[in-house]
């Protein structure tokens, strides 16, 4: 497989299991939300570069907000729906 075939196939799977991920998490408090917007922004910029062909920063934007989302919950910032109910 071409490195470029492989490079869209991985922004494509982790971009829809992002996408499944960020309904089920919720800020527990302000710096939660601002986390979750810059999350959200940065899945935004990945669609927006995969869309140009710009695969390098798609892949990099949507490593950025994987990152946020599990900074946010393993300092307590952003909870996944299981542990709020």
């Not at 986390?35 to 910029?45: H, I």
């Amino acid at each position: 497989m071409e490195l470029v075939e492989q490079l869209e196939q991985e922004i494509d799977r982790w971009g829809a299991k992002f996408d499944d991920l960020f309904p089920l998490v919720h800020a527990v408090d302000g710096k939660g939300k601002e986390l979750m917007t810059n999350a959200r922004g940065y899945r935004e910029d990945s669609k927006y570069f995969r869309e140009k062909g710009d695969l390098v920063r798609s892949y990099e934007c949507l490593i950025w907000a994987w990152a946020i989302v599990e900074v946010g919950r393993s300092v307590g910032r952003i909870m996944s729906q299981s542990q709020k109910d």
